[in-house]
């Protein structure tokens, strides 16, 4: 297929209107308002040569519209870190996101890529951040691929410790300080202005395996342990998994470990947590 | 061949808020097919397939684009029309509709729906680009006309003529948006009666009709929020009459209940009368 390319001044009536559009909005008023003042002049000029503020006026349309498609767009993606961050300060931690990875594709869901750690160099407090790392894997969960969970025969499972398991795309362990993932639950099902105070910080970290079954997404409860034994052997065979755990672990822990162990990998199977084993 | 839809057809734009009531409903609902965003299923997503499944084993379904970036300075990727073919293919489409319009240059993507200068130098490439899309998904493809808040100085033709020859010359189909022949009508002062003049309605694959807003600057904006505006109807009345063509109903922003937006989807019928 032959694609004749643009003429010259389109490119740079482009390049002109797509920096208008990223021109972030100005905060000072206490609302997002377009900066209409830091237009091009050159492109004010092509749209009402007669009448430069009847021009910004309407470019602004377009600006807003770049800056608000994209904040919702986050939003709907991010909703507990939204409310736990306010919108106010979420949407300037998205302008700053998006000026740094703005869009560059037909995907709009692209743009939560990295927002994570977007958050995190704009230092929000760590609730804050591990929200966002819990709605992302909400996110990626769900709109995972259609995944059939891996059914061992019986000849991989003899084989078993030498296997890379390969992690289900609609799983994801989750690590919560706070109770966020039940947050998120009423975040989701209340009125956008509905408070929902954040409740204080645990004293012991909960680990979750959230599993998507059919349209559903489910949260189950994982031992400390049995969340790092997932996490390890996403990552490397079962027996270096194991053994690294035990490494871990205090002589009590080991004792129990052999057969707590296999009862963790009983559990992820029947989670649907694999979708397939890899042997060297 | 792909298949074909009534004039009379009535369609409605398949939203995320409806799939419940969609997968509840016990009877078949009072629509003749759905429209899909072709962006929101060009990736792998299980639930979003999933969807698309229940909707097009019981309705025909037809894809519209906001991705393709027609003007644009580069060709769309061969990933993207390939997977949109495969998608019209999957669904079997009736058709499948983007704008004419650019979306992204220079490497970003703005995911808006932007306007370039009405000039006969853009006829032609607009066409030609048009023409290889057409051929591409190997079905009828149309383009849909913008709401548009700017118009470029100077113009060389009238938006019409610019869309009508696009059209003509790639041999393809006008998406038409009734709505935004209306809105553009308020926002740039022209007469939208003259604007629908000029299309030759026999090449409307479809009609869109929606709801808009006025903005606080007096701007009409294409929002999609709200039900289609009297003089939108009246406008659809009179282009639906000369020559009829599928009609579908778009809401985008504060979605009512699925009850709401087909009982709004059904004062197409009463305009025609």
Known sequence: ?280 | MPRVLSPSALGLGLRVSHHRALLEAEARLPVDYFEIISENFLGDSQPARYHLDWVKERYPVVLHGVGLNLLGPAPPSADYLDRLAKLADYVDAPFVSDHLCWTGAHGYSHHDLLPAPCVPELVELAAERAALVQRHLGRPFGLENLSSYVAFEPALMSEWEFYARVVEQGGVHFMLDINNIYVSSRNHGFDPYQYLGAIDLSRVLQAHIAGHTAGPSGILIDTHDQPVASAVWSLYAAAWRRTPFPTLLEWDERIPPLGDALAELAKAEEQRA
């Open chain 1, 1 to 280: 297929m032959s694609w004749r390319t643009s003429p010259a001044w389109l490119l740079e009536l482009q390049g002109r209107f797509g920096q208008m559009l990223r021109t972030p909005l100005d905060r000072s008023s206490g609302e997002l308002r377009a900066a209409t003042h830091e237009y091009d002049p050159a492109l004010v000029g092509v749209v009402r040569p007669d009448h430069a503020e009847a021009s910004r006026a309407q470019l602004a349309v377009y600006n807003r519209q770049y800056w608000f498609r994209l904040f919702t767009a986050l939003q709907g993606m991010f909703p507990l870190t939204a409310r736990l961050l306010g919108f106010w300060r979420f949407n300037e931690c998205a302008e700053q996101h998006l000026l740094e990875q703005p869009p560059r594709g037909w995907d709009i869901d692209a743009v939560g890529a990295g927002f994570v750690d977007s958050l995190s160099r704009a230092n929000v407090d760590e609730a804050a951040l591990e929200a966002a790392r819990i709605d992302a894997a909400y996110h990626d969960v769900f709109h995972a691929p259609p995944v059939v969970p891996h059914q061992f025969s019986p000849d991989e499972a003899g084989r078993l410790p030498l296997g890379r398991l390969r992690r289900s795309q609609a799983v994801a362990i989750l690590h919560e300080h706070w109770p966020l993932c039940e947050l998120r639950r009423r975040v989701i099902a209340s009125d956008p202005a509905a408070l929902l105070p954040l409740e204080p910080r645990r004293a012991e970290e909960r680990c979750w395996l959230l599993a998507r079954d059919g349209l559903r997404l489910g949260l189950a409860p994982l031992a400390p342990r049995e969340a790092e034994l997932l996490e390890l052997l996403s990552g490397m065979p079962v027996a270096a998994a194991l053994s690294s755990l035990e490494a871990g672990c205090s002589p009590e822990e080991r004792l129990q470990l052999p057969a707590q162990a296999e009862a963790w990998l009983s559990r992820s199977v029947r989670l649907g947590a694999w979708a397939g084993v890899d042997f060297d």
